[in-house]
């Protein structure tokens, strides 16, 4: 089984942020996934989705979030 290491130094790219937009996921959600995984799994060299379940929106109802990140020479992005 992968190490569930957490991860605290990253950067959202333009690309991350738009998408966290449109489905409404904030960035203190990414960032208590990537805090807290519940699971990791790797897709492919130099990347991989760390998951976890939160709990969002009113009513609150039970969620999965994905995070993929990517692991570059100079810094980690998602």
Do not use: C
């Amino acid at each position: 089984m992968p190490s569930l290491e957490s991860i605290f130094d990253f950067m959202f790219t333009d690309h991350a942020l738009t998408e966290m937009a449109r489905r409404g996921i904030s960035q203190e959600h990414v960032k208590n996934v990537l805090a807290n995984p519940e699971q990791m799994e790797w897709i492919r060299e130099a990347r991989a989705v760390y998951q976890a379940k939160y709990n969002m929106g009113e009513p609150p109802k039970m969620y999965l979030l994905e995070s993929l990140w990517i692991l570059t020479a100079s810094r980690l992005m998602l």
